[in-house]
């Protein structure tokens, strides 16, 4: 990625961290400086460019990065073809009346048609998408580019053997890869991007790595995190099982989530007070408890249970399970109360560790939490979520087959989550 800015972190404001990863993990090139002029473009004032961009066409000459307004994203088309081939697509699934492509809404950003705007002097047409990072105080976001074919049935040769260059390891062996993907690292501070480069030096061994990186998994998988993009993951796999309406070439799968609130998370060390116990049934039973805990009641849907044919997704039905659950999130509920938090934080004594700096650090950081809670009308239960995106390489399914190039990508990715949840036990 090229595009960058300094996200103010709630804390350590002036020396806020940010760096770019390109090819291995281990290289770390600043580029705050140097980007700064790249960074400029000539758009109407009320636009930014959007920071959360963590892959795809950026403004190197011959096309623009994405751009920010007001809660949604500006795509600008500069590939003709491609631009009317996704139009073509969010129109036609926001006009469908079957069940199966008016499902598909529900996993696709919000689309609010096209607008044209002046960019460099030049008037652009542009997608209008809903924002995925929004609502994220801190967007952790990956493209994860699904498929092992990435090339559409009008591709040239060249394209071809283009496309059939890069990422070979990763498409190959687990039918994605990785083109981009940002962190917040939780015990640091440090947003951290990583590009297509260090993507392509991704193999089925490394891709794990990856994954934990932007999952901030290093040490252990915060298993609610995990559940959360499975229950999103889950749904679409169901819906790419059945689905033979298209074919999807060069498509991803954005994942998104908040660190901030994952940090809360864990800075609430919640251990798991309520745990269902393994039955002798025929699935493997993991606890729900940990994911509807004192600190977060996340309704994902998911029961706890995963079979051979995948996970089943339903909350408990059993009346004693249901009491207990019940009783366990009463007997927690005051401490999800904002004021009492900010009461707690407000009666916490002074450092007998001499460290006041840091005391002082994380009580400007626990009220910059408890400020953006308050000011939000409205805290959603989730805070991660997988979309799917970029439909520039959108076809009719042939012969209405299964689009099985999409699906596999798609199993694998939910292969690797479910190892990560089953570690998290
Ligand atoms: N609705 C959205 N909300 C937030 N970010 C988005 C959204 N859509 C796209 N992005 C960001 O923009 C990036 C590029 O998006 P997209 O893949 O649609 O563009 P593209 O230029 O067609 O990509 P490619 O070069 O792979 O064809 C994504 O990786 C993501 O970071
Ligand atoms: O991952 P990389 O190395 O950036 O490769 C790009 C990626 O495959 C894009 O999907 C593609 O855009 P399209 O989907 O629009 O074809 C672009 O083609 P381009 O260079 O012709 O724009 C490639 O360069």
Redesign the pocket.
């Known amino acids: 990625m090229g595009k960058s800015e300094v996200v103010p972190m709630p804390i350590q404001r002036q020396d806020s961290l940010y760096a770019v990863y390109k090819g291995a993990y281990n290289t770390m090139v600043h580029t705050v400086e140097e980007d700064q002029e790249e960074d400029y473009l000539d758009i109407p004032e009320n636009m930014q460019l959007?920071t959360?961009?963590?892959?795809?066409?950026t403004n190197d000459g011959k096309?623009y990065?994405?751009i920010k307004h007001n809660g949604t994203?500006l795509?600008p088309i500069t590939k003709q073809k491609?631009g009317e081939r996704?139009v073509q697509f969010y129109e036609e699934i926001n006009g469908a009346t079957d069940k199966t492509r008016a499902e598909l809404r529900e996993f696709v950003?919000k689309y609010y048609g096209k607008v044209a705007i002046p960019i460099k002097g030049n008037n652009i047409d542009c997608i209008v998408?809903?924002?995925?990072?929004?609502h994220y105080k801190e967007p952790c976001?990956m493209?994860i580019?699904i498929g092992r074919r990435t090339w559409d049935p009008t591709a040239t040769y060249e394209k071809i053997m283009n496309e059939e260059m890069k990422y070979q390891d990763c498409k190959r062996d687990m039918a994605f890869c990785i083109?981009?993907f940002q962190v917040y690292k939780i015990f640091n501070n440090q947003l951290c991007k990583f590009d297509k480069n260090y993507g392509k030096t991704l193999n089925k061994e490394t891709v794990t790595q990856a994954l934990k990186t932007f999952l901030n998994a290093e040490s252990a998988c915060c298993r609610s995190l995990i559940v959360q993009f499975l229950a999103s993951l889950w749904r679409i796999q169901m819906w790419a099982r059945k689905q033979r309406y298209y074919q999807f070439f060069?498509?991803?799968l954005?994942l998104?989530y908040d660190a901030r609130r994952l940090r809360e998370f864990l800075k609430a060390d919640v251990k798991p007070k309520f745990k269902l116990h393994r039955s002798t049934s025929l699935y493997r039973p993991l606890s729900l408890a940990v994911l509807n805990n004192e600190h977060e009641k996340i309704s994902t849907g998911f029961s706890g249970q995963l079979t051979n044919q995948g996970p089943i997704l339903r909350t408990p039905t059993s009346p004693t399970k249901l009491k207990q659950f019940n009783d366990f999130v009463q007997s927690n509920n005051n401490t999800n109360n904002v004021w009492q938090k900010s009461i707690r934080t407000l009666k916490r004594t002074h450092s007998f560790q001499n460290d006041y700096d840091k005391e002082m650090q994380n009580k400007k950081q626990d009220y910059t939490y408890i400020l953006d809670e308050l000011c939000t009308e409205q805290k959603s239960e989730l805070w991660a979520t997988v979309?799917m995106?970029?439909?520039?390489?959108a076809f009719p399914a042939e012969h209405h087959e299964i689009d099985k190039n999409y699906l596999d990508g798609i199993d694998n990715l939910i292969r690797l989550f479910e190892e990560f949840l089953v570690e998290s036990e």
């Open positions: 959007f959360n961009q963590v892959a795809g066409h096309s990065g994405m994203i795509k491609c996704e950003p998408l809903e924002d995925l990072t929004k976001v493209d580019k083109p981009g060069s498509s991803s954005l998104v979309k995106i970029d439909f520039a390489h």
